[in-house]
């Protein structure tokens, strides 16, 4: 760690007395994470930073509690990490000095592994929330992304609770979820936009009749308990299951009710099957609506990235909208991209 003393003599530049439009000029090439040390200075510096700060469109605050408590900030593919929560019991011999976060006085100090200031807590939730609330005020941005673990759910209900909406929650493959409470609560309870549930699962039943909320994209990596009842009932632009067992069957079954105006606004869904003949299958069950592409296509989103088309076979239902039905060579499994999603020609 950095002593808090050091020998050599330090020459201070008075960042702070710059004229307005200079140090706007110099806050414009500081990386978020250069921003930060000098918001922590005072209430002053603070109000500075956020109001000079020049805001990407294309940045994006991250609550990760995987691995330990920290903030990041991510602008177009780069992560910056801004600060970290500690224990108080975990504080160096050696930290820089006190400062003060939301109302706290706390230690502070530089991780190098984790590269990023660290502060330290007594009580490591409270901490983490007053963290969040700086980082987030400093920035004049939301939450954009919560990280949990099956232990660090209050994340996300935290940041549902103080923001209108949450684009992201996702919990990683790691993770085991013993008890079917604890599944369905991240299920019902979550409200992001965009759910990732990677966790792995015991047991889970949840009743058929259940009601999803609407959402851009659900992703099940463990997908067991999902049944066609279920995948009829989520209403999503995109749904994403693996390691399901549905049944040519059930494929049957889901077409059948998209066609008569069900899931109308899913554009994406990939699912865990047994092997199909695409070709063969559409010929047998839906011959009246069964039609061909002519060229390859594209699919493109966040959640997604970029998704090819090749030619294939596809379902025509009576507004026009087609379903392209393929066998996606990489995920084992087949993929339904709807033409009204298509992002491509």
Not at 160 to 177: F, G, P, T
Not at 185 to 202: D, R
Not at 311 to 339: N, Y
Request: overall charge neutral.
């Amino acid at each position: 760690m950095i002593p808090k003393k050091v020998s050599r003599m330090i020459s201070v530049f008075p960042l702070f007395r710059l004229p307005q439009v200079v140090l706007f000029e110099v806050f414009r090439f500081l990386e978020p994470n250069d921003l930060i040390p000098i918001a922590l200075c005072s209430q002053r510096a603070f109000n500075l930073v956020r109001i000079n700060w020049r805001k990407s469109t294309k940045s994006a605050i991250w609550m990760d509690s995987q691995l330990y408590f920290g903030s990041h900030m991510k602008v177009n593919d780069i992560f910056y990490n801004l600060l970290t929560v500690a224990r108080i019991e975990d504080v160096p011999e050696y930290y820089w000095e006190f400062v003060q976060i939301k109302g706290s006085k706390i230690p502070i100090g530089y991780n190098w592994e984790r590269n990023s200031f660290q502060t330290y807590w007594n009580d490591v939730c409270y901490g983490f929330k007053s963290v969040m609330e700086f980082v987030t005020e400093l920035f004049s941005s939301d939450i954009h992304t919560v990280m949990f673990e099956k232990n660090s759910f209050w994340c996300v209900e935290w940041a549902q609770s103080r923001q209108k909406s949450l684009m992201n929650a996702h919990i990683y493959q790691d993770q085991w979820i013993r008890e079917n409470s604890e599944y369905c609560k991240i299920v019902n309870s979550c409200t992001a936009e965009n759910l990732m549930i990677h966790a792995y699962q015991i047991g889970v039943k949840i009743p058929t009749e259940t009601v999803f909320r609407t959402r851009n994209h659900l992703s099940i990596y463990f997908g067991r308990w999902v049944q066609i009842q279920h995948l009829m009932n989520m209403d999503c632009v995109e749904i994403k299951v693996k390691q399901s067992y549905f049944k040519k069957s059930d494929i049957t079954c889901f077409l059948k009710n998209w066609l008569n105006g069900g899931n109308s606004r899913l554009k994406y869904l990939s699912i865990s099957t047994e092997y199909i003949d695409i070709d063969l299958f559409c010929q047998e069950e839906f011959p009246e609506n069964m039609v061909r592409s002519d060229r390859e296509m594209e699919y493109e989103s966040e959640r997604i990235g970029k998704c090819k088309v090749p030619i294939c076979s596809g379902l025509k239902r009576k507004d026009g909208i087609i379903a392209f039905i393929f066998w996606d060579p990489q995920e084992h499994q087949p993929t339904v991209i709807m033409s009204n999603g298509i992002t491509t020609l």
